[in-house]
């Protein structure tokens, strides 16, 4: 069945360096791929998307990109601020209008 | 300023006792949605809606009920609520942006726990 999932539930970064964040996906027909952050306390906040007619795509601090042949989404974030810590979750919209959220990875991020 | 709101943001109940958890976005949004998110397995999607008059199941429809009479409300009703509907509950909207959903906003979610 669809699945999007995470490769680590938590991923520790030392404040100033790049951090990634993988996510695998299942279902090759899902067109649309979406990044969001969760802080405590918080609902989740759209970081960035991309589309399958596209592999990488860059935001203001943040690059996505989307590996279809392996079917691997990732997350780059430049220069990790302490603002960065949070919950990140992949989550792709399939053919049937549903939206499938991964499990989230948590970012904690090192003085 | 545009958001979605949820009421109540936490909940106590008991078992059977019906409950509605209301959700209501004012930025003219076709699609809505409720999620629950529960630790260990992330955010799961109970309905959603790409306009009004129109529902449709999502992973985890069962023992919710959802309308959508009004294009900015989208309640989430629970008829009889069992202890394993105690969650972390998001509402969120967005537009239709082609075959896509576009860019979802949630709202500040509702807690919900059912004795």
């Known amino acids: 069945g669809e699945s999007v999932g995470l490769h680590l539930p938590t991923l520790s970064v030392q404040e100033g360096d790049n951090s990634i964040i993988n996510c695998a996906y299942s279902n090759s027909a899902s067109d649309y791929f979406i990044w969001y952050k969760q802080e405590s306390g918080k609902g989740p906040q759209f970081i960035i998307d991309?589309?399958?007619?596209?592999d990488k795509r860059q935001g203001q601090r943040v690059t996505v990109l989307l590996n279809k042949t392996v079917k691997h989404l990732s997350l780059q974030i430049a220069a990790t601020q302490p603002g960065d810590s949070a919950v990140y979750f992949c989550?792709?919209?399939?053919?049937?209008?549903?939206?499938?959220f991964g499990k989230g990875t948590r970012l904690h991020i090192l003085p | 300023e545009a958001q979605v709101t949820q009421n109540p943001r936490y909940l106590i109940t008991v078992t059977g006792k019906k409950l509605t958890v209301t959700c209501s976005q004012n930025m003219n949004h076709e699609y809505m949605s409720w999620y629950r998110q529960d630790p260990g397995l992330g955010l799961r999607q109970i309905y959603y809606?790409?306009?009004?008059?129109?529902?449709d199941k999502g992973d985890v429809p069962e023992g919710y009920k959802v309308s959508r009479k009004e294009k900015r409300n989208f309640p989430l009703i629970l008829e009889s609520p069992s202890p394993n509907q105690t969650s972390l509950y998001f509402c969120?909207?967005?537009?239709?942006?082609?075959?896509?959903?576009?860019?979802?906003?949630f709202g500040p979610g509702t807690r919900l726990l059912v004795l």
């Open positions: 989550a792709e919209n399939g053919r049937d209008d549903k939206i499938i």
């Open positions: 809606s790409m306009n009004v008059e129109v529902t």
């Open positions: 969120a909207s967005s537009f239709i942006s082609g075959q896509n959903m576009g860019t979802q906003y």
């Open positions: 991309i589309r399958s007619n596209m």
